[in-house]
């Protein structure tokens, strides 16, 4: 079981620390604060299910450059910004990067709150998402190059004597690999193959034979 969801808060003001804390516990959330980007990154699970909450100024690594940090390293932890200093070129350059939204102190509670629950509901999807996308990668990294060939034919359509003239091979071959194809990408049908192949993040290079 993968590590429960967290929200974080970096961010020096103590009343922006208390609300968020509070809304953690009305939702029954996990929640830990640190004052500085820097010490964020040094605890912080790469892969820890949850939202960050954070000032854009900071001392130090400013909020930004966090969210941008995070990205680098391939991190998708949902970001909302808060600020007492609300400029609009960071606002856009935050939205532009991903964030969920830039809120101005004083924090209406409620709209925190909206923005939290938006946060980790997107984070949940989008790691529902990068699941069926692993699945879908794992399957088609079984297959070898030859099988691929074969694969990509079908999925254009094509008879198994057309496949098995274009590559040049029997068509007893193209069978076996056909075979192959279904059960290592647990299908049964050319329209489900479709389906697999299309799937946003299904198209990394398959295996050598």
């Not at 996990?30 to 605890?43: G, I, K, R, Y």
């Not at 909450?53 to 400013?62: A, D, P, Q, Y």
């Not at 997107?122 to 190059?145: N, P």
């Not at 999925?155 to 007893?172: E, P, T």
């Given at each position: 079981?993968?590590?429960?969801?967290?929200?974080?808060?970096?961010?020096?003001?103590?009343?922006?620390v208390a609300i968020v804390r509070a809304i953690a516990e009305e939702m029954q959330v996990p929640c830990e604060s640190f004052v500085q980007a820097e010490a964020f990154l040094t605890a912080y699970e790469?892969?820890?299910?949850?939202?960050?909450?954070?000032?854009?100024?900071?001392?130090?690594?400013?909020?930004?450059?966090?969210?941008?940090?995070?990205?680098?390293?391939?991190?998708?932890?949902?970001?909302?910004?808060?600020?007492?200093?609300?400029?609009?070129?960071?606002?856009?350059?935050?939205?532009?990067?991903?964030?969920?939204?830039?809120?101005?102190?004083?924090?209406?509670?409620?709209?925190?709150?909206?923005?939290?629950r938006q946060a980790l509901t997107h984070d949940q999807k989008t790691r529902r998402l990068d699941a069926k996308h692993s699945d879908v990668r794992r399957r088609l990294a079984h297959l070898t190059k030859?099988?691929?060939?074969?694969?990509?034919?079908?999925?254009?359509?094509?008879?198994?004597?057309?496949?098995?003239?274009?590559?040049?091979?029997?068509?007893?071959?193209?069978?076996?690999?056909?075979?192959?194809?279904?059960?290592?990408?647990?299908?049964?049908?050319?329209?489900?193959?479709?389906?697999?192949?299309?799937?946003?993040?299904?198209?990394?290079?398959?295996?050598?034979?």
């Amino acid at each position: 079981m993968g590590a429960p969801t967290k929200i974080f808060i970096v961010d020096s003001d103590e009343s922006v620390v208390a609300i968020v804390r509070a809304i953690a516990e009305e939702m029954q959330v996990p929640c830990e604060s640190f004052v500085q980007a820097e010490a964020f990154l040094t605890a912080y699970e790469g892969n820890r299910p949850g939202c960050l909450v954070t000032e854009i100024r900071l001392l130090g690594m400013n909020g930004i450059e966090l969210q941008e940090m995070l990205a680098a390293d391939c991190s998708s932890l949902p970001v909302i910004f808060v600020t007492g200093h609300a400029e609009t070129r960071l606002s856009v350059r935050a939205m532009q990067n991903g964030a969920i939204t830039v809120l101005e102190k004083p924090l209406s509670l409620q709209e925190l709150w909206d923005a939290v629950r938006q946060a980790l509901t997107h984070d949940q999807k989008t790691r529902r998402l990068d699941a069926k996308h692993s699945d879908v990668r794992r399957r088609l990294a079984h297959l070898t190059k030859k099988e691929r060939h074969v694969l990509d034919l079908m999925i254009q359509g094509k008879a198994n004597k057309v496949i098995a003239s274009r590559l040049n091979v029997s068509l007893r071959t193209v069978e076996a690999r056909r075979h192959q194809i279904f059960k290592k990408t647990k299908t049964d049908s050319v329209a489900e193959l479709v389906r697999l192949i299309l799937m946003p993040g299904s198209d990394d290079d398959s295996a050598e034979s």
